[in-house]
């Protein structure tokens, strides 16, 4: 498909167990961004990515939390250690334009549920 | 001051009316800003973007007010459909961090 998607698009894990969400955003899309939306709440920031480099890795809620890009494509959000606040809908963007154009394209986003 | 602030609603309204709704913003070197339709429980997707002082398409305008840091969102002839989330963001005041507004809730009733 031509959008960005994101896998898995359920995961019920136990707390204490660590989950990787991956996003594969719109080809030559340079930028990408992770948000997090907690049910009936509006997007949480967590991290930018410009290519393969992340500026800005401000709203990372703790250290459980990392995000990597590879090849300026291929993203990879990982949790250790999940905790039942974790729960919420993981949603990636991408965007063609270097930088904060504010055109982004979203994914229909990881739904995480930690037990 | 929150960097970006909508009021959650909901907003009722019947088919046929007019509704608005703000969004105001604190960084005053925002340069465009958009405004976002988020579906229950889908997935945000672009519904305009405000360059200059505002923008229309078809029953739907947007304003911007540089002076108070606010924009609005004008929906004319509610349709039942347009009943979803609106997101509002500043772009261009920060170095790449999209901060969205926590959204305005539209009901449209028959």
């Known amino acids: 498909g031509a959008g960005v998607s994101q896998s898995p698009s359920n995961k019920v894990t136990e707390k204490g167990k660590d989950v990787e969400l991956r996003c594969d955003p719109i080809s030559g899309h340079t930028a990408l961004y992770w948000y997090r939306q907690s049910l009936g709440q509006g997007l949480e920031f967590l991290i930018y990515f410009q290519g393969n480099s992340a500026p800005d890795k401000s709203g990372l809620p703790s250290d459980r939390f990392s995000a990597e890009r590879t090849g300026g494509s291929v993203s990879t959000l990982t949790i250790q250690r999940t905790q039942q606040e974790d729960s919420a809908v993981y949603l990636c963007a991408s965007s063609l334009y270097r930088g904060n154009t504010g055109e982004l394209f979203f994914g229909e986003g990881s739904r995480l549920t930690v037990l | 001051r929150k960097e970006v602030e909508q009021d959650p609603g909901p907003f009722n309204v019947p088919e046929g009316a007019t509704v608005a709704f703000n969004c105001t913003y604190s960084n005053s070197a925002s340069q465009s800003f958009f405004w976002y339709r988020q579906d229950c429980r889908k997935e945000p997707k672009l519904l305009m973007s405000?360059?200059?002082s505002g923008n229309e398409d078809g029953r739907f305008t947007a304003q911007l007010n540089r002076a108070s840091q606010y924009i609005s969102l004008l929906i004319r002839d509610s349709k039942l459909s347009d009943s979803a989330t609106y997101l509002c963001?500043?772009?261009?005041?920060?170095?790449?961090?999209?901060?969205f507004g926590k959204g305005t809730k539209l009901s449209v009733k028959p």
């Open positions: 963001v500043p772009v261009g005041g920060s170095q790449g961090n999209l901060i």
């Open positions: 405000v360059y200059s």
